[in-house]
C-alpha cells in the first residue's frame, strides 16, 4: 500500500521502520498529549505490531501508514492513517501524527493530510472521515480548519484529560464538504 505525494511516501510499515519509530514515540514531546499508559514503550511496541498486522488483513479496514521522504524511503518522519473498525461504513477516522522534530516544518501535515482525504474520499469511497484530539492540540484544531473540517462535539473527555484542563474535541468533514473545498 502506498500513497505518493511530492514530498513524501505514505507506505506499509517495514521493519527498518521499528526503531524510528519507537525512538520518536519514547520523546517526552510526543507523549505530552497521550494518557500516562498510552505513553509507554511497552504500548509504543505493541503499537507497532498492530500496524503490521492491519496491513495483511482481508478486507482491510485500517490504513496506519508510515510516512517518509521520497528522497530517503526509510527516513521515518511520522505516521498517519484511516481507521474503519468501530465505524459505520462510509466513515473512517484520520490520525497523523508527525515525530516532534517535523513539527511546524514546511506543511508537513497539509501534505499528508490532503493526501489521506483525497484516498478516502477517492479511492476507499468514503462519506465521512472523522477524527478527535485534545482541546490543547492547537496543530490539529489548525489542520481540521484548513481541510474545511467542523467541530461537532466538545465533550470533557476522559479522566486525564480533564486533570489537565482539556476537552476531547470531535470533528468531521464530509465528501462535498473536501470537493468544495479542493475546487476553490
Avoid: H
Avoid at 505518493?4 to 524510528?20: A, G, I, M, N, Q
Avoid at 517518509?68 to 459505520?88: K, M, T, W
Amino acid at each position: 500500500m502506498e500513497i505518493v505525494t511530492k514530498r513524501f511516501l505514505l507506505r506499509d510499515f517495514v521493519e527498518l521502520d521499528r526503531l524510528p519509530f519507537l525512538n520518536y514515540q519514547a520523546d517526552p514531546r510526543s507523549q505530552k498529549f497521550y494518557e500516562s499508559k498510552q505513553a509507554s514503550p511497552k504500548n509504543s511496541a505493541r503499537l507497532f505490531e498492530t500496524f503490521c498486522t492491519w496491513a495483511c488483513e482481508q478486507p482491510r479496514l485500517n490504513y496506519q501508514l508510515a510516512i517518509v521522504q521520497r528522497r530517503e524511503p526509510y527516513a521515518l518522519v511520522g505516521c498517519c492513517g484511516l481507521r474503519g473498525r468501530g465505524f459505520d461504513a462510509g466513515e473512517m477516522e484520520l490520525g497523523i501524527e508527525l515525530a516532534p522534530d517535523y513539527w511546524g516544518r514546511y506543511a508537513y501535515a497539509i501534505e499528508v493530510g490532503s493526501a489521506l482525504l483525497d484516498f478516502g474520499f477517492r479511492e476507499l469511497k468514503l462519506d465521512v472521515i472523522s477524527g478527535s484530539t485534545v482541546s490543547a492540540n492547537v496543530r490539529i484544531a489548525r489542520l481540521a480548519k484548513w481541510s474545511g473540517a467542523e467541530v461537532v462535539t466538545i465533550r470533557p473527555g476522559s479522566k486525564w484529560m480533564s486533570e489537565r484542563g482539556w476537552s476531547e474535541v470531535n470533528w468531521r468533514i464530509t465528501k462535498a464538504q473536501w470537493n468544495s473545498r479542493i475546487t476553490v
